[in-house]
Each structure stands twice: as C-alpha cells, then as structure tokens.
T-cell receptor
Framework: LAKTTQPISMDSYEGQEVNITCSHN???????ITWYQQFPSQGPRFIIQ???TKVTNEVASLFIPADRKSSTLSLPRVSLSDTAVYYC????????????FGAGTQVVVTP | DAGVTQSPTHLIKTRGQQVTLRCSPK?????VSWYQQALGQGPQFIFQ???????QRGNFPDRFSGHQYPNYSSELNVNALLLGDSALYLC??????????????FGPGTRLTVL
C-alpha cells in the first residue's frame, strides 16, 4: 500500500476555502485516492474519490496532477461543522477495502 | 435504510478477559471490515470478512478473531485483553461487487476500555 503524507493540522476561519494536500510519491498505476472525514467518537465518512484530474461532488473537490504523486482536497466555504480529521488514503483497485489510514489532518474552523 | 450499526457503544473490561463486539452492515452490503483506532491515531485494519470467511488480515495477533454470519453481520473477538487493546473499534461495510471504488461505510464504533 502506498504511503501518504499530510499536514498534521490546519486552521481556518468560517467561509474560507481549505485545501489539504496529500503526498503519495510511490502511488501505483492501479491505485485510487480516497478522502475520509472523521468527527470525534464517530466512524470515518467517505468524502470523495478519484483517479486523475479533477473530481467534484456536493461536498468537496479533489485535484490530482498528471503525475498523481500528490492530491489536494478542497473544501469550499468551510463552516464550524467542518472541524474534523481528514484522511487521505491510497489503495489499489484490488485492495478489497484493506485501507491504510495515516494520522490524518486535523482541521479546526473558527468563527 | 439503516447504516452500519455496532454494539455495544461502550465496554469496560479488565486485563485477561475476553470481549465480543458486534456489527450489522449497511443494507445490501456483504463485506465487513474491522479497524482498531487508538486515541489520536488513524484506524488500523484488523481483518475483513466476505462470504463468512476471513479474506484479508492486517498486522494483528491471533488474539483477534472474527466471524461473519449468513446475514452478513459480523463479530470481532479479542482474547486475553491487554491494556493496549483500549481503543475505538470500527466496523465498515462494503459491497464486494462494487467494482474499483469499493467505498466503505463505517459504523459509529465501540469504545473498549481495558483496566
């Protein structure tokens, strides 16, 4: 499984855009990039997943450059409820759910 | 449609005891994975069950075992509990035939405290 590196923490104000970059230099051809969000004492929640270029859903956008050695999760106009830990995962298509979580990025949104 | 459910919510045990945690997957899902999350760390993969068999296993000792029933629900058993087993135990379900994305849905977890 590819190793990922993310910032330990990020602070933001309400209404700002938050961008979290994850490095995965040894990503393999059949690896997908997935981001999860976790609130205290709850299980992680799927946010977004992609393979290359840009993916957007109602919650976030995921930017993946051509070399796929990094990816950036973008949270537009964050609110206090976006305060959580965000995990970047890289897993092959045949991982069958065997995900390797790192320590994640603690995002704190303040008024 | 109920999501992934886990029981109990909290549990306190003493060293050396045995514990069983339970998980019901999201409706329509047939695969269950278990994770251990220590305080301040990311979840660590324990094992996964599909078709009532352990399909994959992480780096956990044999004290950790599991079972999957025909209705896809699952149990995690931990024997000879150690203080270091104190953690949030997460169950995640997915659909084996979902294809490449294989999105997992996590339950709220069971908080195990070993004294």
């Amino acid at each position: 499984l590819a190793k990922t590196t993310q910032p330990i923490s990020m602070d933001s104000y309400e209404g700002q855009e938050v961008n979290i970059t994850c490095s995965h230099n040894n990503i393999a051809t059949n690896d997908y990039i997935t981001w999860y969000q976790q609130f205290p004492s709850q299980g992680p929640r799927f946010i977004i997943q992609g393979y290359k270029t840009k993916v957007t859903n109602e919650v976030a956008s995921l930017f993946i450059p051509a070399d796929r050695k990094s990816s950036t999760l973008s949270l537009p106009r964050v609110s206090l409820s976006d305060t959580a830990v965000y995990y970047c995962l890289v897993a092959p298509t045949d991982s069958w759910g065997k995900f390797q979580f790192g320590a994640g990025t603690q995002v704190v949104v303040t008024p | 449609d109920a999501g992934v459910t886990q029981s109990p919510t909290h549990l306190i045990k003493t060293r050396g005891q045995q514990v069983t945690l339970r998980c019901s997957p999201k409706s329509g899902h047939d695969t269950v994975s278990w994770y251990q999350q220590a305080l301040g760390q990311g979840p660590q993969f324990i094992f996964q069950y599909y078709e009532e068999e352990e399909r994959q296993r992480g780096n956990f000792p044999d004290r950790f075992s599991g079972h999957q029933y025909p209705n896809y629900s699952s149990e995690l058993n931990v024997n000879a509990l150690l203080l270091g087993d104190s953690a949030l135990y997460l169950c995640a379900s997915s659909l084996a035939g979902a294809g490449l994305t294989d999105t997992q849905y996590f339950g709220p977890g069971t908080r195990l405290t070993v004294l």
